[in-house]
């Protein structure tokens, strides 16, 4: 029996050995992994600005979650005739909000039995307010269907596996933070990512960043896009990989030098804030979950996000 918000979907699943074909893969010099983004446009204008002012353009991809709070349909259109000229792929959001049969999956976060039954209650009709006004747009459901779970991107010959949750599955959390500490694990991640000829992991899902690497072997999560990550700093986090590094990079590894980064996305709060409250008044599943983390961050430090390997800069 499905649990909505805690079941993860079947159809979530990912083949590992997806990532080793390498005739798919896409070419760049430099590139920005954007998961988590929840709805905020005001991250997204900030990340547009950030990747305009590179010396090396990135290519965007947009791992998922692009959508949470966004329940106007107005902002969704928004949102998506944005990121329709980069990369989008989906997220488990964006996959229950497509799905035509109700598999009773609620929002499909997959959430484990570390985060309590409200929370994923008021996941799951936050997602349902937003599956209602995308109903009233049958072509949007039908571009958003059309995308893929998982990319393989090549940086100077470094080769980047995208997807939104862990190499298993669409939603799966064996990247938290969490997971990457335990020594199992990593071995486990290494293994998979040597057999598929991956040299770096791209991720995000839990909401929460983790950075780990190990022999050449780097797993990195960004967290939120769209929302705090850390009790000092109002700011969102992308994945950064490219050759130069950057001035404000919140942690870094080096890999045959290439950086690998954590950059912040420096949103405007307050306009964000005013948004929000619009959209999500006191009270409301939304703002019972999240206000709090818009306007204070979380409890976590920036080395609570750094399991091996990375430094802070």
Same mark, same amino acid.
């Given at each position: 029996m499905n649990i909505p918000g805690r079941t993860c979907p079947?159809?979530? @699943?990912?083949?590992?050995?997806?990532?080793?074909?390498?005739? !798919?893969?896409? +070419?760049?010099?430099?590139?920005?992994?954007?998961? @988590?983004?929840?709805?905020?446009?005001? !991250?997204?204008?900030?990340?547009?600005?950030?990747?305009?002012?590179? /010396?090396? +353009? &990135?290519?965007?991809?947009?791992? @998922?979650?692009?959508?949470?709070?966004?329940?106007?349909?107005?902002?969704?259109?928004?949102?998506?005739?944005?990121?329709?000229?980069?990369? &989008?792929?989906? @997220?488990?959001?964006?996959?229950?909000?497509?799905?035509?049969?109700?598999?009773? *999956?609620?929002?499909?976060?997959?959430?484990?039995?570390?985060?309590?039954?409200?929370?994923?209650?008021?996941?799951?009709?936050?997602?349902?307010?937003? /599956? /209602?006004?995308?109903?009233?747009? &049958?072509?949007?459901?039908?571009?958003? +269907?059309?995308? /893929?779970? *998982?990319?393989? *991107?090549?940086?100077?010959?470094?080769?980047? !596996?995208?997807?939104?949750g862990d190499e298993t599955s669409l939603a799966g959390w064996k990247c938290s933070a969490e997971s990457l500490k335990d020594g199992e694990r990593q071995r486990e991640i290494c293994l998979r990512l040597l057999k598929s000829n991956i040299d770096i992991f791209a991720c995000t899902h839990t909401c929460s960043p983790a950075a780990f690497a190990k022999n050449g072997k780097c797993v990195i999560n960004n967290g939120s896009s769209g929302m705090p990550n850390f009790k000092k700093g109002l700011y969102g986090l992308l994945t950064s990989i490219s050759e130069n590094p950057h001035v404000e990079a919140v942690y870094r590894v080096v890999i045959d030098d290439l950086y690998i980064e954590a950059l912040p996305i420096l949103y405007d709060t307050a306009a964000f804030l005013s948004w929000f409250d619009n959209i999500w008044p006191i009270g409301s599943p939304a703002s019972i979950s999240y206000r709090n983390r818009i306007v204070n961050g979380t409890e976590l430090s920036v080395k609570d996000a750094i399991i091996e390997g990375f430094y802070i800069v």
């Open positions: 079947m159809d979530y @699943g990912i083949d590992i050995q997806t990532f080793s074909d390498t005739a !798919a893969d896409i +070419k760049t010099d430099a590139l920005y992994v954007v998961g @988590g983004l929840y709805g905020n446009l005001q !991250a997204l204008e900030k990340i547009l600005s950030m990747a305009y002012e590179e /010396k090396v +353009k &990135p290519i965007i991809v947009f791992n @998922g979650d692009i959508h949470w709070f966004d329940k106007n349909i107005n902002d969704f259109k928004k949102i998506e005739k944005i990121v329709l000229r980069h990369l &989008p792929l989906l @997220g488990n959001v964006e996959a229950e909000l497509v799905r035509n049969n109700d598999i009773n *999956a609620g929002c499909g976060c997959a959430y484990p039995s570390c985060v309590d039954d409200d929370t994923v209650r008021r996941s799951n009709l936050i997602h349902s307010d937003l /599956k /209602k006004i995308l109903s009233l747009c &049958p072509s949007l459901i039908q571009t958003i +269907k059309r995308r /893929k779970k *998982a990319v393989v *991107a090549s940086v100077k010959n470094k080769r980047v !596996a995208i997807t939104h």
